[in-house]
């Protein structure tokens, strides 16, 4: 059996879960069948894309279904892009699936959440595997509907429901763009395989819209600026397992649905195309993670810090298209594969921070960073894995997250040597972006752990927090291991992704795991290296010395006291640094321009005893300014066209007659 | 036998860094105090007051965690790692291509993350105050930093530092504007990663004008020694990376046998005690500066290497 029948017969196997799920039993047994067959069905669709890409030069697998089209067919296939996909999309689902075994017995409308989970691994599945147009944008709704359905879990709640409403909206525009590229690839004849597509001759000017609007289609799924807008409230309203699916998985096959597209299908798009891929990657890495830092709810933040980094991950793709455009092959490489590694990483490290909030809002019920606190205490296994998650996704050495990181960089340090003076410009200042929004995402991923989990409680439900369940522990273990793995080995990871270059752009990275001690090499040993094994192995070794050292020599005792604080110390936790005050010196520094941030204090007249107000006021200028003033466009529109329903019978004679004139001149014309 | 006096060599660059680094600090405080016509503590101060630190009992405040004790073994560490792989009197170490410039940096940026975490365990204002702040600064000086990073890559066409130096040192260079303007704003960044005036001020205490200081307020004891020490370190290490990329004669290469090493160390001694006295005297001559000026400051550092880059992806001659 090949693997993508092997596939297609997981997705099946999903599919029926799904329906198993409808049925009218509600125990805690039906529960325990849908995640753990979704956990078993995960693990082989994992276990079959990483066969696919471990044997060396795997030939594409297909395979055709008499579904859709009827002269087309359903045409499915895997080859080494799509099986780096699954890859990633099927970890993150096992993992979902085993933190969802303990943490969605919490769930309070179980019937909402447990069908539609099995339909969304396998819809995400679906959409890789697609080989065809047709296949692919149908899967893709599906995908986005069950997605929906799950966002819509707890519907009561009006956030939720004002969120599934802008997803929604926001998920069929996204189509629409898909559905023209599609339209212009296929060209005149409709042709919708992808085989044919692939062999056919795109213009520079067709090339350039398909581009254009696979950036908006895809890019608006997968939360580029200005198209991101759901995605902070869609991600966190969905229960958190499928938040972390939704922000490291359905992400990831969006970046997919631009990658297929523009790379295989589209063959070379002119290279000025490439400066705006990168100029939204940088955008949207500089501004996701600095709304990031504005958030108090720990789950939109972790939405906004997706945002960022798909920012990130695009930005190696564009310059990835800069580099093909001038036959850079092996730089192009090399972007690409800091890009995919980035895809790779993030969906680890998001997923592990996502089930670090859901363990909190277990626990606590809260998800408002300003009413917790001193967690570190009460869950000590969760607090451990959500600092690795935070440090990874902070890009810190020796781990997966710096790893990318360094990739990415030593790619841009490339990029001189590209002739087109629009690029040699534009290039210095993103990866000055990209090193603004790693420094940013750090102070971030402080203010997330130190508030949330250090300190002291800031309400009774933090007090009184409790360790959460061994599945959600175990599926947050595995996860946190797995960062510290591919961080201290990345060249292993380098050379798993080097099949998917091979395949889209003619070149690929040096193998590195022949590299003695694993360290990596991208170009050559004297230009640059990175050895996570040995930073790793330095660190902790000088610092067993230094513990070992001080209390075998020096003292080892502890004394308990009041904290310090240079004596002022206030019983009372609310004079802590809040989440707010943490962040209002970078709010201070860059809010006054990108959220005009305005602050204000109201002293209380001198002998008056009632409290001072401060006021921060800030403005999401995206939201207000672009959709603002769309909805205000349609709203104005629908105003006017009203009119049309209160006209006499005479005149709805005379416009379908003038209709129809008009429709006759078209035609003649 | 080779490997041997590999390792011994990379040894001794350890052994040398740290012990080197209070050292430094002791030096610059004395030419501080001399400046002010004061005596000042003599210069090896800062070694009594860390053995007199380790010898005490920590107290540790009542709800410090589990990371609260970690951090300054770690920290310590890091810093170690970091500046055990600067060039310091030789290139070519044997693991010096461990890591490159962007990854020690990044080190530096990790050392910073846990720093303000550890400021912001026991849950007090000055320990909210410092890491808030911190991160303030470091989230404009660590893109600068890069910045940096960039335009010396771009120049030797590496980030390793052993080639970096190399490099530097070969007449291949020349004079160049974009390494002017590195320079220029990697000496802005050390001050600000150093807590130095004018950003921060490293004898200050109970004020809340403090940075790094505010953070490290609730340790005692051996934790504050390791702090105390890392701190040292990262000047040192700072000091280092200016001298070894932008005044790098007198660098022993790899292999170059006993005597060239002996040359190294001396000329190290030399660039160090002259990089100290040059910091001391910058900062008895200007004023520490408000808090919420330090991003401009940081802002000016950025562009300056930025334009640096800039101009190395105009033309590689710049």
Known sequence: MNSVSMLLLCVAALLGLSVLAVAPVRTRAVHTLIYGGALAVSLIALGAAVAHIAIDGAADSTAVLPLGLPWLGAHFRIDALAAFFLAVVNLAGAAACLYGLGYGRHEEAPHRVLPFFPAFLGGMNLVILADDAFSFLLCWEFMSLASWALVMAQHRNPENARAGYVYLVMACFGTLMLLLAFGLLSGPAGDYGFAAIRVAEHGALPAALVLGFALIGAGSKAGLVPLHVWLPLAHPAAPSHVSALMSGAMTKVAIYGFIRIVFDLLGDPPWWSSMAVLIVGGVTAALGVLQALMQRDLKRMLAYSTIENVGVIFCGLGLALAFQASNMGWAAALALTAALFHVFNHALFKSLLFYGAGAVLTATHERDLERLGGLIHRMPATALFFLVGCAAISALPPLNGFASEWLLFQAILQSPELPQWGLKIIVPGIGAMLALSAALAAACFVKAFGIAFLGRPRSAAATNAQEVDRFSTAAMAILAALCVLTGIMPGLAIDWISPATLSLLGDRMPAQTIDPWLSIVPIAQGRSSYNGLLVFLFIAFSASIAVFAIHRFASNRIRRGPAWDCGFVEPSPATQYSADSFSQPIRRVFGTLVFRAREQVEMPPPGDSGPARHLVEQRDLIWDGLYGNIAGAIGFAADRLNYLQFLTIRRYLSLVFLALVILLLVLAI | ?318
């Open chain 2, 1 to 318: 036998m080779t490997l041997i006096g590999d390792l011994i060599l990379q040894g001794a660059q350890m052994l040398l860094v740290l012990l080197l680094a209070p050292l430094l600090t002791g030096f610059v405080r004395k030419v501080k105090a001399r400046l002010l016509r004061r005596r000042g503590p003599p210069v090896i101060q800062p070694y009594r007051d860390l053995l007199r630190l380790l010898r005490k009992d920590v107290v540790l405040a009542e709800n410090a965690s589990w990371l609260f004790r970690v951090i300054p073994y770690l920290i310590f560490a890091a810093t170690w790692v970091g500046a055990a792989l600067i060039p310091t009197f030789a290139t070519g170490l044997i693991f010096s291509w461990t890591a490159d410039l962007i990854a020690i940096v990044a080190l530096l940026g990790s050392v910073r993350f846990f720093l303000a975490l550890a400021g912001m365990d026991v849950g007090t204002s000055f320990g909210g105050i410092g890491a808030s702040r911190e991160v303030m600064i470091a989230s404009v000086a660590e893109p600068a930093m890069i910045m940096v990073v960039f335009t010396l890559a771009l120049v030797a066409g590496s980030t390793q530092l052993s080639e970096l130096a190399g490099f530097m040192s070969s007449p291949a260079v020349g004079l160049r504007v974009s390494l002017g303007l590195a320079l220029i704003a990697l000496i802005m960044v050390a001050i600000a990663e150093n807590a130095r005036i004018p950003v921060d001020n490293p004898a200050t205490h109970l004020e809340l004008t403090m940075v790094h200081e505010a953070m490290v307020l609730e340790y005692s004891g051996r934790h504050l020694a390791m702090i105390e020490i890392a701190a040292s370190l990262k000047l040192l290490l700072y000091v280092s990376l200016i001298a070894g990329v932008f005044v790098p004669w007198g660098l022993a290469v790899s292999g170059g046998g006993p005597a060239a090493y002996a040359i190294g160390a001396a000329a190290y001694l030399v660039k160090l005690a002259a990089g100290g006295f040059l910091l001391a005297l910058f900062e008895t001559a200007i004023a520490k500066m408000r808090v919420f000026r330090v991003p401009e400051f940081m802002g000016a550092a950025l562009m300056l290497g930025l334009l640096g880059a800039l101009l190395l992806f105009v033309s590689r001659s710049l």
